[in-house]
């Protein structure tokens, strides 16, 4: 039988967004002979990371439903969590938050929460079903002081109170600093040239990137807006994005309308980021809200200087004028400026690509977010156990 402590990562699907990617990554740094992981999704998609969670480690359950369909998936959850005698559910956004809480109420066991975005910006149904059964839960782990904010402001019947069964944490996302690095020059050879190379940049050119989910609340026509407007003063600039999403018809036929399409390269959706991060000069974000985005950390972690907007945790990492620049949600259009400054100045561009690894090798680790996972882990089942 087994001593380790059994943990159950509760997620609605497997995509390649931000949560998801955390369970893996998280697990690759964790002590595996204490704890044991095992991840159960409901949607299937076919891009999703079933194989980055196995290599982790993990041990990975498909129970199909969609969003409404999780409400009958209660009593059969339930009875998995009974049959595989885990010790801790750690469900992620909304709705593997709501089945959590409800599978909870009949099980002597702690329920760990992340929360990876500010409330208002979910949709009527998530957001409410979130509000109304918040309290019935542990532990509530906030990815940014902005996310833990909101989650005070729209709580409802005081589930802060003194001696009340829920807790609330800040644990900051964390990268894996000793993977994300920017590359020497052995590895330069194999992974930013041939990105390059095969993209049909030239070596000696500048690269503005970013890697997203194509949603509404990246804004990327506001991306491509701005970057068609720094190439009419710098032609010669290429601009990279890793992804795929609802937005990508419209942004390529605003790319095409623009006479600017041989400078745009989309990649797709990639298993590995590392070497398309490590052709990147300037990381570039437009969003309109972010929980804190784990791209833009390990774009840094690679040396990769960040401009962008202030939203949600990305005001918690960039120190305007040292690790990048910011601006203010709606005044997105001072962004084309702070990349020319950039692009135009090479010393300067270089230290703010120091002071950026070095932010997050000091703040954002994934060995200090590991850290903290593991202390509030101990703490929900030593109160269990009282």
């Given at each position: 039988m087994s001593s380790k402590i059994k943990i159950i990562h509760l997620i609605k699907s497997l995509g390649r967004g931000g949560a998801e990617k955390l369970i893996p990554e998280t697990a690759l740094v964790h002590d595996q002979s204490r704890f044991e992981f095992h991840c159960l999704y409901f949607y299937h998609q076919e891009e999703n990371i079933v194989d980055e969670l196995e290599r982790a480690g993990i041990q990975v359950h498909?129970?199909?439903?969609?969003?409404?369909?999780?409400?009958?998936?209660?009593?059969?959850?339930?009875?998995?969590?009974?049959?595989?005698?885990?010790?801790?559910?750690?469900?992620?956004?909304?709705?593997?938050?709501?089945?959590?809480?409800?599978?909870?109420?009949?099980?002597?066991?702690?329920?760990?929460?992340?929360?990876?975005?500010?409330?208002?910006?979910?949709?009527?149904?998530?957001?409410?079903?979130?509000?109304?059964t918040f309290k019935q839960q542990d532990v509530a782990i906030a990815v940014s002081n902005e996310v833990a904010l909101s989650m005070q402001l729209n709580s409802i019947w005081d589930p802060y109170k003194r001696g009340g069964r829920l807790k609330v944490r800040v644990v900051q996302n964390g990268v894996n600093t000793e993977i994300f690095r920017k590359m020497g020059d052995e590895g330069k050879g194999k992974s930013e040239s041939s990105v390059k190379s095969n993209l049909g940049i030239p070596d000696d050119t500048h690269v503005i990137g970013k890697v997203a989910v194509f949603r509404s609340q990246k804004r990327l026509w506001l991306w491509v807006e701005i970057a068609i407007r720094i190439l009419k003063k710098e032609p010669h600039v290429h601009f990279l994005l890793v992804g795929d999403g609802e937005w990508r018809i419209r942004i390529e036929k605003q790319i095409v309308d623009s006479g600017f399409e041989k400078n745009f390269h989309f990649v797709g959706v990639q298993k590995e980021v590392l070497p398309y991060l490590n052709s990147m000069d300037i990381y570039l974000s437009s969003s309109e809200f972010e929980g804190l985005p784990i791209a833009m950390l390990e774009a840094m972690a690679c040396e990769v200087p960040v401009v962008a907007t202030r939203a949600g945790g990305i005001g918690e990492v960039i120190q305007d004028g040292i690790q990048g620049f910011l601006t203010g949600i709606d005044e997105w259009e001072e962004l084309e400026g702070y990349c020319l400054r950039l692009l135009r100045d090479a010393e300067l561009q270089q230290k703010m690509a120091k002071a950026a690894r070095e932010q997050v090798v000091n703040h954002f680790s994934m060995k200090r977010m590991v850290a903290e996972l593991e202390a509030i882990y101990d703490q929900v089942l030593q109160k269990k156990s009282e």
């Open positions: 498909l129970i199909p439903s969609g969003n409404l369909g999780l409400f009958f998936q209660v009593q059969r959850v339930r009875e998995f969590v009974k049959q595989h005698d885990f010790d801790i559910i750690h469900a992620h956004l909304p709705w593997a938050g709501i089945l959590a809480r409800f599978v909870g109420r009949k099980l002597a066991i702690p329920i760990v929460y992340t929360e990876h975005n500010t409330w208002d910006r979910y949709n009527k149904v998530s957001y409410w079903g979130n509000r109304l």
